[in-house]
């Protein structure tokens, strides 16, 4: 099963959430996707060098039209409101987003923010999902296990200690990642009722690492149903390590 095929990418729109490699997940999938629109609905750090063009409007369903219309072959396109500031794009609101479905084209929506860190789980504004989200991919990195409860990996300490039980500065557990992408105030949270949540544990690069995603995925499938929970390493050739 190759990346697109995992996380239920090809068609409809794709909401990335978590913390992990969210971006780098975003832009595997539009290397591989025949043609796809990349947005955000939220702050997203610029990305114009892994896209054929990003076009800043606020009629994106216009300018994606227009690409269709000059474009052959296979293109990714971003569209964006506004440049905030050097570094990054401000995102649409979730209607707006809603409007893109009527292009039958997949859309990859960046949908909550982490900080570069490496595990999170959301706020009270989070995310800024779409009431059209087909797939809501919830993104954790294996690296977490074993490491402390703490800023410098883990975007809203506080959250991740309310859902968990734990306190800052313990250790996490592959327990403690699961019971966050599987709870409705984590990883699920306002992810529409007929759209497909898929936990996707990233940065699985060696044996040890495999060994404690592996861990994460059964304690997820403990606690809900999901589909499937995906193993990646989003920056090799060939994302995929299982899908369990």
């Given at each position: 099963?190759?990346?697109?095929?995992?996380?239920?990418?090809?068609?409809?729109?794709?909401?990335?959430?978590?913390?992990?490699?969210?971006?780098?997940?975003?832009?595997?999938?539009?290397?591989?996707?025949?043609?796809?629109?990349?947005t955000?609905?939220?702050?997203?750090?610029?990305?114009?060098?892994w896209?054929?063009r990003?076009?800043?409007?606020?009629?994106?369903?216009?300018?994606?039209?227009?690409?269709?219309?000059?474009?052959?072959?296979?293109?990714?396109?971003?569209v964006?409101?506004?440049?905030?500031?050097?570094?990054?794009?401000?995102?649409?609101?979730?209607?707006?987003?809603?409007?893109?479905?009527?292009?039958?084209?997949?859309?990859?929506?960046?949908?909550?923010?982490?900080?570069?860190?490496?595990?999170?789980?959301p706020?009270?504004?989070?995310?800024?999902?779409?009431?059209?989200?087909d797939?809501?991919v919830?993104?954790?990195?294996?690296?977490?296990?074993g490491?402390?409860?703490?800023?410098?990996?883990?975007?809203?300490?506080?959250?991740?200690?309310?859902?968990?039980?734990?306190?800052?500065?313990?250790?996490?557990?592959?327990?403690?990642?699961?019971?966050?992408?599987a709870?409705?105030?984590?990883?699920?949270?306002g992810?529409?009722?007929?759209?497909?949540?898929?936990?996707?544990?990233?940065?699985?690069d060696?044996?040890?690492?495999?060994?404690?995603?592996?861990?994460?995925?059964?304690?997820?499938?403990?606690r809900?149903?999901?589909?499937?929970?995906?193993?990646?390493?989003?920056?090799?050739?060939?994302?995929?390590?299982?899908?369990?």
């Amino acid at each position: 099963m190759d990346i697109v095929e995992a996380l239920d990418a090809a068609n409809g729109t794709t909401c990335v959430v978590g913390a992990g490699g969210k971006k780098t997940t975003m832009r595997t999938l539009a290397e591989r996707l025949d043609r796809s629109i990349v947005t955000a609905t939220v702050r997203i750090p610029i990305f114009d060098e892994w896209v054929d063009r990003v076009a800043v409007t606020e009629a994106p369903v216009e300018a994606v039209r227009e690409q269709i219309e000059r474009a052959e072959g296979k293109w990714s396109l971003g569209v964006v409101p506004e440049r905030e500031r050097e570094d990054r794009y401000y995102g649409y609101d979730p209607e707006v987003v809603d409007r893109l479905r009527q292009l039958e084209l997949p859309v990859l929506v960046k949908a909550d923010g982490a900080r570069m860190r490496k595990f999170k789980a959301p706020d009270e504004h989070e995310p800024r999902l779409p009431r059209t989200a087909d797939t809501v991919v919830s993104v954790a990195s294996a690296h977490v296990v074993g490491e402390p409860l703490t800023e410098e990996i883990v975007h809203r300490v506080d959250e991740v200690a309310r859902l968990t039980g734990l306190e800052p500065g313990e250790e996490i557990s592959a327990a403690d990642v699961a019971t966050v992408l599987a709870s409705e105030e984590g990883g699920r949270k306002g992810v529409p009722g007929d759209a497909t949540a898929i936990p996707l544990i990233n940065m699985v690069d060696d044996d040890e690492l495999e060994a404690a995603a592996r861990e994460i995925a059964a304690e997820i499938h403990e606690r809900i149903d999901v589909p499937r929970v995906v193993l990646a390493e989003m920056r090799a050739d060939d994302p995929v390590v299982d899908v369990v």
